[in-house]
Each structure stands twice: as structure tokens, then as C-alpha cells.
């Protein structure tokens, strides 16, 4: 079989399982809900979140990022020119045996200079980025923890902004338009990457360690967010959202946050209640009933988020229910458990948590 054959046949056959994931990459839609003002559009096309950006603080690691591919890009085709070159233009010795030594020492010191003041603008040129993206050109407005959890996020809302309330909520960022909003970085378990490719650079969480990253928005928008440090089993089912929402609007949603649930009024959603407190309190959290876990995520105003179990599925009221009961076939390794219930447990339970936005 012919080189170009068996070339072919290796690109055919890695191609598509290629193939097959981009497929799947283009039909990933973003199906944010508009906030009221309606100005909360799509954040992303398949792919497009990592090659633009759409703040400050990930402008210029974007532009690092194509310097470094132009430059690595440029050194793996004259490399290739080269080998070519060599392998089918080289020169005819008169003697086969002939060992010619003179002429090669000059290209390694050219390319030994060329390579060494090439890798040193290169670092020159990170440590200028790292030091723009290092802090907020001005003071936050806004100051937020994130702490990674096997595997979701918990976001936790400090008091003193404008009269902010502490409260907790979960795979959601919301944030105003046009200012810096810090984020205070831990981890409950092991080792996590926070990343928001159009907002910023990506950065570690750690257990036993605070680090502090920002985000600014320039313009209202939903921006996904992916942990990118292999942390387990469902580490590629670990994402969320960033939602960057005019000053009124975020207003708005942070006085819903802080207000207390509705009240269950339905009899079937105050058997849901009971049945909740019995059976998901241990965990969960909601606030001003007697839930009041803190190993998983607070569900005060769960029906609100767009997306549940950590960006994997779109939050209905039949989904919410079919997660519940069927964990482990949704999210394999998660640590909560399959709930069993009966079909009048479960309709309970759901009409329960529909009260909670």
C-alpha cells in the first residue's frame, strides 16, 4: 500500500470521531432566557468563546494567544521546510563515504541566538500581560467567592454592595456591565481551574487556598464558564454561566435573590415541602425553612437558573424531577444519590420546587 494510501486512511479514520464531536460542538445552542430588559443575547457560537474576548481583563491573554500561534505556527513550517529541503535537495558528494564537517556549525549558532531572543520576547511579553490582567484597573464593585466543588460551583454574594445581603446560589455568576467584579477563588476538595475564555484568563482553585481572579464585561451577555483542570469522573460536566446584565437589571435580580422563596401554598406543594426537609436538607439549603445543608447547592431560588447539574441540562420542571430521580444515569460519579420516589412523591416534590424562584 502506497504512503498517500495508508495517509488516507489514518486521516478517515481519526476523522471522524473529529467529525462526530464538531457536529456536536455546532449544535450546542445557547437558549439564554432575555432578561426583562431583554438585553441578555447569546454569549457564544460553538468554539467562538475561545478565540474572541469581551473584556479587559481577556483581551490581552487573547492577544498572547495568537502571537504564540502565529510564532509556534511560523517555527513548525520552516522546521518542515527545512527537513524537506534536506531530504530532497541535498548535495552530491563525489565520495559517498565522505563525512563533510565544514559549514554546519553556523547554523546552530544562528539558530541558537535566534531561538534564545526569541524566547526571551516571548517572556517579556507574558510578564507584560500577566501584569495588565494581574489587577482591576480600578476598585471592584462588586466582590464575589466561588468555591469548586466536585463537581458544581457555589457562589456566594458578599454583604456591603449597595446594601447587598450575603446569599448563595450556584453555577451562576451575574454581574453588571462595564465594571470589575472581583472573585475570591477556593476549593472544597481538590484542585479546580476557574475559566471564562472571553472575560478572562483562567486560574486555579486549591484547597486551603484563596485566590482572587476578575471579570468585566463590556457588553450584556451570557458567557460560559468550564473548570479546565481534570478534577474526575464528570470534570468535563463541571461549567457555568457568566451573566453580564445592565446596572437596573442586575439590581433587579439581586433584590430577587435576597428575598425569601414564595410560599408553599398548594396542598401538594406543602407535601413537597415535608418531603424535601426529610429527605434533601441534609444537603441542600433553602433559605427561611429548616433546610439548611451545605454540601450541595443552595436552592432557594433554583427554578430561576437557566441550567442545572452544572451547565449538563437545561432547567424545566420535568428535568428538574427526572435529575432528582435518576442521578447517576444523567451525571455518572455525582455525588448525590438516585431519590426513589413514587409517582405522587415526585409530583409533590416538583410542585414544591416550582415555588422556588
Same mark, same amino acid.
Given at each position: 500500500?502506497?504512503?498517500?494510501?495508508?495517509? &488516507?486512511?489514518?486521516?478517515?479514520?481519526?476523522?471522524?470521531?473529529?467529525?462526530?464531536?464538531?457536529?456536536?460542538?455546532?449544535?450546542?445552542?445557547?437558549? &439564554?432566557?432575555?432578561?426583562?430588559?431583554?438585553?441578555?443575547?447569546?454569549?457564544?457560537?460553538?468554539?467562538?468563546?475561545? +478565540?474572541?474576548?469581551?473584556?479587559?481583563?481577556?483581551?490581552?491573554?487573547?492577544?498572547?494567544?495568537? @502571537?504564540?500561534?502565529?510564532?509556534?505556527?511560523?517555527?513548525?513550517?520552516?522546521?518542515?521546510? #527545512?527537513?524537506? !529541503?534536506?531530504?530532497?535537495?541535498?548535495?552530491?558528494?563525489?565520495?559517498?563515504?565522505? +563525512?563533510?564537517?565544514?559549514?554546519?556549525?553556523?547554523?546552530?549558532?544562528?539558530?541558537?541566538?535566534?531561538? %534564545?531572543?526569541?524566547?526571551?520576547? $516571548?517572556? @517579556?511579553?507574558? +510578564? @507584560?500581560?500577566?501584569?495588565?490582567?494581574?489587577?482591576?484597573?480600578?476598585?471592584?464593585?462588586?466582590?464575589? %467567592?466561588?468555591?469548586?466543588?466536585?463537581?458544581?460551583?457555589?457562589?456566594?454574594?458578599? *454583604?456591603?454592595?449597595?446594601?447587598?445581603?450575603?446569599?448563595?446560589?450556584?453555577?451562576?455568576?451575574?454581574?453588571?456591565?462595564?465594571?470589575?467584579? +472581583?472573585?475570591?477563588?477556593?476549593?472544597?476538595? !481538590?484542585?479546580?481551574?476557574?475559566?471564562?475564555? *472571553?472575560?478572562?484568563?483562567?486560574?486555579?482553585? $486549591?484547597?486551603? !487556598?484563596?485566590?482572587?481572579?476578575?471579570? *468585566?464585561?463590556?457588553?450584556?451577555?451570557?458567557?460560559?464558564?468550564?473548570?479546565?483542570?481534570?478534577?474526575?469522573?464528570?470534570? &468535563?460536566? #463541571?461549567?457555568?454561566?457568566?451573566?453580564?446584565?445592565?446596572?437596573?437589571?442586575?439590581?433587579?435580580?439581586?433584590?430577587?435573590?435576597?428575598?425569601?422563596?414564595?410560599?408553599?401554598?398548594?396542598?401538594?406543594?406543602?407535601?413537597?415541602?415535608?418531603?424535601?426537609?426529610?429527605?434533601?436538607?441534609?444537603?441542600?439549603? $433553602?433559605?427561611?425553612?429548616?433546610?439548611?445543608?451545605?454540601?450541595?447547592?443552595?436552592?432557594?431560588? !433554583? #427554578?430561576?437558573?437557566?441550567?442545572? &447539574?452544572?451547565?449538563? $441540562?437545561?432547567? %424545566?420542571?420535568?428535568?428538574?424531577?427526572?435529575?432528582?430521580?435518576?442521578?447517576?444515569?444523567?451525571?455518572?460519579?455525582?455525588? #448525590?444519590?438516585?431519590?426513589?420516589?413514587?409517582?405522587?412523591?415526585?409530583?409533590?416534590?416538583?410542585?414544591?420546587?416550582?415555588?422556588?424562584?
Amino acid at each position: 500500500m502506497s504512503f498517500t494510501c495508508r495517509c &488516507a486512511k489514518w486521516l478517515v479514520r481519526c476523522g471522524a470521531p473529529l467529525a462526530i464531536a464538531f457536529r456536536e460542538l455546532d449544535a450546542y445552542a445557547d437558549t &439564554a432566557t432575555p432578561g426583562e430588559s431583554g438585553s441578555l443575547t447569546s454569549g457564544h457560537t460553538p468554539l467562538a468563546y475561545f +478565540l474572541r474576548g469581551e473584556g479587559p481583563a481577556a483581551q490581552p491573554v487573547l492577544h498572547l494567544g495568537w @502571537v504564540l500561534a502565529g510564532i509556534c505556527s511560523f517555527v513548525c513550517v520552516l522546521i518542515a521546510i #527545512m527537513l524537506l !529541503v534536506a531530504i530532497f535537495k541535498r548535495r552530491r558528494q563525489e565520495d559517498a563515504n565522505a +563525512l563533510n564537517t565544514k559549514g554546519g556549525l553556523s547554523f546552530v549558532y544562528v539558530g541558537t541566538t535566534i531561538s %534564545t531572543l526569541a524566547l526571551l520576547a $516571548i517572556t @517579556v511579553y507574558m +510578564l @507584560v500581560v500577566l501584569a495588565q490582567v494581574a489587577d482591576p484597573p480600578r476598585e471592584p464593585a462588586l466582590t464575589v %467567592t466561588v468555591t469548586a466543588y466536585d463537581w458544581w460551583w457555589k457562589v456566594d454574594y458578599e *454583604e456591603g454592595a449597595k446594601g447587598t445581603r450575603r446569599f448563595a446560589t450556584a453555577n451562576e455568576l451575574h454581574i453588571p456591565v462595564g465594571v470589575p467584579v +472581583l472573585v475570591l477563588l477556593k476549593s472544597a476538595d !481538590v484542585i479546580h481551574a476557574f475559566w471564562v475564555p *472571553e472575560l478572562s484568563g483562567k486560574t486555579q482553585a $486549591i484547597p486551603g !487556598v484563596t485566590n482572587r481572579q476578575w471579570l *468585566e464585561a463590556d457588553r450584556p451577555g451570557v458567557f460560559r464558564g468550564q473548570c479546565t483542570q481534570y478534577c474526575g469522573v464528570q470534570h &468535563a460536566h #463541571m461549567a457555568f454561566e457568566v451573566y453580564a446584565q445592565p446596572q437596573a437589571e442586575f439590581d433587579r435580580w439581586l433584590d430577587a435573590q435576597q428575598s425569601p422563596p414564595l410560599a408553599a401554598t398548594t396542598y401538594s406543594a406543602k407535601r413537597g415541602a415535608k418531603l424535601f426537609e426529610d429527605r434533601c436538607a441534609g444537603c441542600h439549603a $433553602i433559605r427561611g425553612s429548616n433546610a439548611a445543608g451545605v454540601q450541595a447547592p443552595d436552592l432557594t431560588h !433554583v #427554578m430561576s437558573r437557566r441550567l442545572i &447539574a452544572a451547565g449538563t $441540562i437545561v432547567n %424545566t420542571s420535568k428535568n428538574l424531577i427526572d435529575w432528582v430521580q435518576h442521578v447517576q444515569d444523567i451525571k455518572p460519579g455525582a455525588l #448525590m444519590p438516585d431519590m426513589k420516589l413514587s409517582p405522587a412523591e415526585a409530583s409533590d416534590l416538583s410542585a414544591y420546587l416550582a415555588t422556588l424562584r
